[in-house]
């Protein structure tokens, strides 16, 4: 089962708010990664963090992975119509352990 | 194209039948990776190969799933007797080796429907 402890499920927000998710685990991780998926398609990789308390940004994402190795959280700012999608936290030593998802709706 | 490609993307299959799918891994990457994934949950890992050898299988859901990589390249992943619990989505996923490097790389996935 899932290890990973995702929030929130879901989330409704209007074009161009911003967006923040979390993930905890009672595991410690090596890595730490947020994916994005699609309908129908397989995950795809946003950011990998793999230092504890590293703090990263690709564009618009900002991710920080938590000083205990057992956490982490995902900012999207300024939303646009195409981050809509199901956003997954996961955590890797050895195999990879994903959390259950936060499923994310842009309103325009 | 460079990624991971996954054969089929759909198959419907009538219950007690075998499925068997296929997996191309992004060739420099010598870790692959299968993961089962329902509607509502992430990734569930199944097993895992670095080259040819499976490094973890215990976590295949019962001794009708096995998985192969001959040669170390592609892989397949076969159900025996399905059930109908067996209806999900099966995604491949690739990797190298080396901390920052484990980065795993997911194919299209293949949807399977037990009937």
């Known amino acids: 089962g899932q290890q990973l402890n995702q929030s929130p499920q879901s989330m409704f927000i209007q074009e161009g708010e911003d967006v923040s998710m979390n993930c905890t685990s009672s595991?410690?991780?090596?890595?730490w990664l947020w994916y994005k998926q699609d309908p129908g398609e397989g995950p795809v990789l946003l950011i990998a963090?793999?230092?504890?308390?590293e703090l990263t940004s690709n564009g618009r994402l900002t991710a920080q992975f938590g000083i205990t190795r057992k956490d982490g959280f995902l900012n999207i700012s300024a939303s646009i119509p195409s981050d809509v999608g199901i956003y997954f936290c996961a955590g890797q030593k050895g195999d990879m352990r994903f959390g259950a998802g936060t499923r994310l709706t842009v309103k325009p | 194209d460079t990624g991971v490609s996954q054969n089929p993307r759909h198959k419907i299959t009538k219950r007690g039948q075998n499925v068997t799918f296929r997996c191309d891994p992004i060739?420099?990457?010598?870790?692959l990776y299968w993961y089962r994934q329902t509607l509502g949950q992430g990734p569930e890992f199944l097993t895992y190969f670095q080259n040819e050898a499976q490094l973890e299988k215990s976590r295949l859901l019962s001794d009708r799933f096995s998985a192969e990589r001959p040669k170390g390249s592609f892989s397949t992943l076969e159900i025996q007797r399905t059930e109908q619990g067996d209806s999900a989505m099966y995604l491949c996923?690739?990797?190298?080796?080396?901390?920052?490097?484990?980065?795993?790389?997911f194919g299209s996935g293949t949807q399977l429907s037990v009937l």
């Open positions: 996923a690739s990797s190298g080796v080396g901390a920052t490097n484990e980065k795993l790389f």
């Open positions: 595991s410690i991780f090596n890595t």
């Open positions: 963090l793999y230092k504890a308390g």
């Open positions: 060739s420099e990457h010598n870790r």
